[in-house]
């Protein structure tokens, strides 16, 4: 988790992944990798994913590809462009970037800018056949599924403790 900070009570900051003190890592969205326009839907996360392993050479990084995918869907987060992947090249190789801009939101036409297998509004089972078509073993496409699941579970129950019930209190 990368440092932040709250400036004036009200502006939230994050420390930028790209830096390591006075040192700049070199940065490479999907949209510039790919020719990929982020503006209209242009990409298939079975693209993002073979990209993913052509250029790190690393199931591990194709793994955190699939689980960012899982993640976005399951929140909604229809804005995902092809801006908002990038990829760091770090002492000799390349890695997925940390994950940012992510928001529940509207897409296009209420679709997701990025498909699952050609799919703007995907399920489960789309990305279970995305694992399939990808070569990526699908044991561990249903343990992650599974997982970022749990995590959202958990975070949901965590934020409704910590929300009151302002209903009561409305019209009444």
Not at 4 to 16: A, D, H, I, Q
Request: charged share 25%.
């Amino acid at each position: 988790m990368p440092e932040t900070n709250l400036f004036e009570g009200k502006y939230f900051g994050v420390s930028r992944f790209d830096r390591d003190g006075s040192k700049r890592d070199h940065v490479h969205t999907a949209s510039g990798l790919l020719y990929a326009s982020h503006r209209l839907p242009s990409l298939d996360y079975s693209g993002l994913m073979k990209a993913t392993m052509a250029l790190t050479r690393d199931i591990n990084e194709v793994e955190k590809m699939f689980r960012l995918m899982i993640f976005i869907i399951l929140i909604g987060n229809k804005d995902d462009h092809s801006k908002n992947f990038s990829f760091l090249f770090r002492n000799g190789s390349w890695y997925l970037s940390p994950a940012y801009d992510l928001l529940p939101s509207d897409g296009f036409n209420n679709n997701h800018t990025t498909t699952v297998n050609g799919n703007g509004k995907p399920d489960i089972e789309d990305c279970i056949e995305l694992a399939k078509n990808t070569a990526f073993p699908e044991k561990s496409a249903k343990r992650i599924i599974e997982e970022v699941m749990e995590g959202l579970r958990g975070l949901n129950n965590a934020r409704q403790k910590s929300i009151p019930n302002l209903s009561s209190n409305i019209g009444h």
